[in-house]
Structures are given as C-alpha cells and as structure tokens.
C-alpha cells in the first residue's frame, strides 16, 4: 500500500471539518446549510 493511502477517507481535510463544526454550533445551522457551505 502506498505510503499516501490511508486505511479511512474524509471527502474535507480535517480543519474544514472542524470549520463546519464550529460553525454548525456557532450559528445554529442546518446540516444542509453546512453542506451548501463545504460546496
């Protein structure tokens, strides 16, 4: 296996996840809003 696979996937790098989190709790979007946001 090469060295730049790994065993999960994530469609977002990890700090815009936890972008959309923040933001998720912040201003009390739906999850469609997030979505629309991480389009």
């Known amino acids: 296996m090469p060295a730049d696979l790994k065993p999960y ?4 790098p990890k700090d815009v996840i936890q972008y959309a989190v923040w933001l ?16």
Not at 9 to 12: C, I, S, Y
Not at 24 to 39: A, C
């Open 9 to 12: 996937r994530h469609r977002f």
């Open 24 to 39: 998720y709790h912040r201003f009390t979007l739906s999850y469609r809003d997030i979505e629309e946001l991480l389009l």
